[in-house]
T-cell receptor, first 115, second 117 residues
């Protein structure tokens, strides 16, 4: 069964629009971590954020913000005032104590920001 | 210089050929991983190694083997390549020195694009 679901396959926005990427996870564990990675067109994977299951405080980093809600098993990612450089594939991932903290990735969401 | 390097970056090979993908890191991390990325499937774990003497199968290890030659080097081999092994392959590293293993963040290499004809 898929542990991490990114329901949006592709999102296209115009520059300066906000875009929210959904991530829903499934786990029986009480101790786990959630991650977001960015894969720009050049192909490398860039770490964006890590959040543990005991810290539901939302986080903001520049134009990026993350909303973690355990009640709905979601860890959504919002890009505010999007820019062309934000065009990339974004992956949500889960690591669980019961799975030896190996990463389980979602299928990814492709974001295209048009000028 | 990049902390995690992969060679080659691109490779075209024929069905039945043996091929090796190499990964080196200068981060001083003890843990290394190999993933493959296929469109619409995200990344899937092939093998992982928690130290030089430790090798573990991941989700999709069939058709692959690995070698951890040193703490800094982790190679992935396709003994007899087949077309459905055409994919983007990533190496990653993490550091178990953090107090909580779950805090380990994996850092990825630039990837190797493999095409098996």
């Amino acid at each position: 069964a898929q542990k991490v679901t990114q329901a949006q396959t592709e999102i296209s926005v115009v520059e300066k629009e906000d875009v929210t990427l959904d991530c829903v996870y499934e786990t029986r564990d009480t101790t786990y971590y959630l991650f977001w990675y960015k894969q720009p067109p050049s192909g490398e994977l860039v770490f964006l954020i890590r959040r543990n299951s005991f810290d539901e405080q939302n986080e903001i980093s520049g134009r990026y913000s993350w909303n973690f809600q355990k009640s709905t098993s979601s860890f959504n990612f919002t890009i505010t005032a999007s820019q062309v450089v934000d065009s990339a594939v974004y992956f949500c991932a889960l690591s669980e104590f019961l799975n030896d903290y190996k990463l389980s990735f979602g299928a990814g969401t492709t974001v295209t920001v048009r000028a | 210089d990049a902390d995690v390097t992969q060679t080659p970056r691109n490779r075209i090979t024929k069905t039945g050929k043996r091929i090796m993908l190499e990964c080196s890191q200068t981060k001083g991390h003890d843990r290394m991983y190999w993933y493959r990325q296929d469109p619409g499937l995200g990344l899937r774990l092939i093998y992982y190694s928690f130290d030089v003497k430790d090798i573990n199968k991941g989700e999709i290890s069939d058709g692959y083997s690995v070698s951890r030659q040193a703490q800094a080097k982790f190679s992935l081999s396709l003994e007899s390549a087949i077309p459905n092994q055409t994919a983007l392959y990533f190496c990653a590293t993490s550091d178990s020195a953090t107090l909580d293993r779950g805090r380990e963040t994996q850092y990825f290499g630039p990837g190797t694009r493999l095409l098996v004809l």
